[in-house]
Nanobody, 119 residues
């Protein structure tokens, strides 16, 4: 069973930066796709950024140019560097792992970390 543990959330002023981390257990991290999602109060969970096992990335339009997703396979860790934060970035941020095995996609989620952008 894979476990994902996020950290790095907190309170930051508009225009500030935070770096989120997500550490995965197990030995499949390097072949798994990783994603960061967020869910604001009263809204659906949405994809923020994703990175494949090969390092290809994609971002939602709302964060493009401000957020950067990266991974360190040696540390089983995926990061989300968030710059130029806006109040609308306030949400619980979740890490997700997806890997393909036995003709099936397997998804795992972390417990989430709160990000609040406010002055």
């Amino acid at each position: 069973q894979v476990q994902l543990v996020e950290s790095g959330g907190g309170l930051v002023q508009p225009g500030g930066s935070l770096r989120l981390s997500c550490v995965a257990s197990g030995n499949i991290f390097s072949i798994a796709a990783m994603g960061w999602y967020r869910q604001a109060p009263g809204k659906q969970r949405e994809l923020v950024a994703a990175i494949t096992g090969g390092g290809s990335t994609n971002y939602s339009d709302s964060v493009k140019g401000r957020f950067t997703i990266s991974r360190d396979n040696a540390k089983n860790t995926v990061y989300l560097q968030m710059n130029s934060l806006k109040p609308e970035d306030t949400a619980v941020y979740y890490c997700k792992m997806t890997y393909y095995s036995s003709l099936t996609y397997h998804d795992y989620w972390g417990q989430g970390t709160q990000v609040i952008v406010s002055s």
